[in-house]
C-alpha cells in the first residue's frame, strides 16, 4: 500500500464538511492541528531516542543528532513543496506538519529554517547572530536554569 498525500488531503477536506460548526473555526482548528501533530512529533523523538541508546550506547546523542538533522531535512523539505511548489496543502495540515509535529520532533529545525529565512530576507550579518547567538546564549540560559534551581534548595 502506498502512501499519497493527495488522499490525506481529501480526507481532511471531507473530514471539514462534517465537522460540528465550532470546529470549522480557524481559532479551535488550528490548535488541534497543532496539538495533534505535537504528539506524534514528541513521541517518534521518545523513541527513535531510546532505540538509537538501545542499539549504540548513550555516550553520545546519536538519537538527538539524527532527529536534529532529520528534522532539518523534513522542514526544509516540507516547506518548500508548501511554499515553493505550489503544493496545496490546508494551513491546518501545514500547521500539523511543521508547528506541531517537526516543532516537538526538534526545535532545531525551526532554529534553521528562522536562520535560512533571515538570510534570504536580512543577509547573512542578522542570521548569523541568530545562529550564534542562539547557540552560545542557549547554553548560557540552560546553565543559569540549573543555577537557579540549585539555589532553590
Same mark, same amino acid.
Given at each position: 500500500?502506498?502512501?499519497?498525500?493527495?488522499?490525506?488531503?481529501?480526507?481532511?477536506?471531507? #473530514?471539514?464538511?462534517?465537522?460540528?460548526?465550532?470546529?470549522?473555526?480557524?481559532?479551535?482548528?488550528?490548535?488541534?492541528?497543532?496539538?495533534?501533530?505535537a504528539?506524534?512529533?514528541?513521541?517518534?523523538?521518545?523513541?527513535?531516542?531510546?532505540?538509537?541508546?538501545?542499539?549504540?550506547?548513550?555516550?553520545?546523542p546519536?538519537?538527538?543528532?539524527?532527529v536534529?538533522?532529520?528534522?532539518?531535512?523534513?522542514?526544509?523539505?516540507?516547506?518548500?513543496?508548501?511554499?515553493?511548489?505550489?503544493?496545496?496543502?490546508s494551513?491546518?495540515?501545514?500547521?500539523?506538519? #511543521?508547528?506541531?509535529?517537526?516543532?516537538?520532533y526538534?526545535?532545531?529545525?525551526?532554529?534553521k529554517?528562522?536562520?535560512?529565512?533571515?538570510?534570504?530576507?536580512?543577509?547573512?550579518?542578522?542570521?548569523?547572530f541568530?545562529?550564534?547567538?542562539? #547557540?552560545?546564549?542557549?547554553?548560557?540560559s540552560?546553565?543559569?536554569?540549573?543555577?537557579?534551581?540549585?539555589?532553590?534548595?
Open positions: 500500500m502506498r502512501f499519497d498525500w493527495r488522499n490525506l488531503v481529501q480526507l481532511l477536506g471531507y #473530514a471539514s464538511d462534517s465537522m460540528p460548526e465550532i470546529l470549522q473555526q480557524p481559532a479551535v482548528r488550528n490548535p488541534i492541528a497543532v496539538s495533534l501533530g504528539i506524534g512529533g514528541a513521541l517518534s523523538r521518545y523513541y527513535l531516542n531510546l532505540w538509537f541508546a538501545k542499539h549504540f550506547g548513550s555516550s553520545f546519536y538519537g538527538t543528532l539524527f536534529n538533522l532529520t528534522g532539518s531535512f523534513l522542514m526544509g523539505f516540507f516547506v518548500t513543496l508548501a511554499l515553493e511548489r505550489m503544493v496545496t496543502i494551513p491546518e495540515l501545514r500547521l500539523l506538519i #511543521a508547528v506541531g509535529f517537526l516543532g516537538s526538534t526545535t532545531f529545525s525551526s532554529y529554517l528562522d536562520t535560512i529565512n533571515l538570510v534570504k530576507g536580512h543577509g547573512w550579518q542578522l542570521a548569523g541568530y545562529w550564534i547567538g542562539s #547557540a552560545i546564549f542557549g547554553v548560557f540552560l546553565y543559569l536554569g540549573i543555577i537557579v534551581a540549585h539555589l532553590l534548595k
